[in-house]
């Protein structure tokens, strides 16, 4: 059986940086659509609160960024499922952002702990989706062989990486990233 992991970032490093809005002429951009993002320019990614570069965190809206080695190390598994996007962060170019452009239905309802709008919430055009999930587990008989960085259906602010992928990411260094069991 396959091991897949949530690629979380750690905000418990002393003294880091946290990262804010991705940027693009003016227009804010998010990254957990599953959708690439047409363009070849670079993007700008605000730093909110200066402190030490990390090779992986999030932006304040959930889109991944990674020292460039890092990311080159994660595109040669991920291959089609994954966008690297340039970015500039705080002038520096040597970033990209890991746009996933793959979705996954895998969420397994009978291992997760979550919660589902309904139509007495106050957005019940939401009912019957996912509100909150506390406890994340993903079936990995419903995800594809090829299936390496991924976002899943239902609950896309998860990006979801494979054993294959956080070896590589280990070997490349990636200070910031944390990888929880998801299988």
Excluded at 2 to 9: A, K
Excluded at 36 to 41: F, L, R, T, V
Excluded at 154 to 168: C, N, P
Aim: glycine share 8%; proline share 4%; aromatic share 8%.
């Amino acid at each position: 059986m396959s091991t897949f992991f949530r690629l979380l970032d750690d905000v418990h490093i002393p003294d880091r940086w946290h990262l804010g809005e991705v940027v693009s002429s003016g227009c804010s951009i998010d990254l957990w659509h599953g959708k690439a993002i047409e363009g070849g320019h670079a993007l700008n990614v605000e730093v909110d609160r200066l402190g030490r570069p990390l090779d992986f965190c999030f932006s304040s809206f959930a889109a991944p960024v990674a020292r460039l080695e890092l990311a080159n190390a994660i595109a040669q598994i991920a291959g089609n499922d994954l966008q690297c996007l340039p970015a500039i962060i705080g002038g520096d170019k040597g970033y990209r952002l890991l746009n996933s452009v793959r979705i996954v239905t895998c969420m397994n309802d009978n291992e997760s702990e979550f919660t589902k709008w309904t139509q007495k919430d106050h957005r019940p055009e939401l009912a019957g989706q996912y509100r909150m999930v506390t406890k994340l587990q993903v079936d990995p008989k419903r995800i594809p062989a090829d299936a390496h960085f991924f976002r899943i259906e239902g609950w896309r602010i998860a990006l979801i990486v494979s054993e294959t992928v956080r070896s590589a990411m280990e070997k490349a260094r990636c200070y910031g990233a944390v990888f929880q069991a998801v299988t």
